[in-house]
């Protein structure tokens, strides 16, 4: 069983800085994509950034400038850092990690955190 669990979220007054940290676990032979996706009040998910096993990152055009996406393989954890955030960057954000696991390790499964919530408000 894997899990992947969030962190770092909270209450942040606008152009502040948050940390989002995302650690997958359990019985994990790869992790290939990684991402991270918010969901505001209201409306659907969308994607924030994503990250190859080889470091190649793409972001939405909203947060291009001000969050970056990384990750440490060696940990199976992935990062989003956040800057300058904005009042619509409120959301609960979560990460998603393409995954395999020793009982099935060409199979990749789309694999979800809990989410963890980001309120920008002063």
């Known amino acids: 069983q894997v899990q992947l669990v969030e962190s770092g979220g909270g209450l942040v007054q606008p152009g502040g800085s948050l940390r989002l940290s995302c650690a997958a676990s359990?019985?994990?032979?790869?992790?290939?994509?990684m991402g991270w996706y918010r969901q505001a009040p209201g409306k659907e998910r969308e994607l924030v950034a994503t990250i190859t096993n080889n470091g190649r990152t793409n972001y939405a055009d909203s947060v291009k400038g001000r969050f970056t996406i990384s990750r440490d393989n060696a940990k199976n954890t992935v990062y989003l850092q956040m800057n300058s955030l904005k009042p619509e960057d409120t959301a609960v954000y979560y990460c998603k990690g393409d995954i395999s696991t020793y009982y099935s390790p060409r199979r990749y499964l789309e694999m979800w955190g809990q989410g963890t919530l980001v309120t920008v408000s002063s």
């Open positions: 359990g019985s994990i032979f790869s992790i290939d994509d």
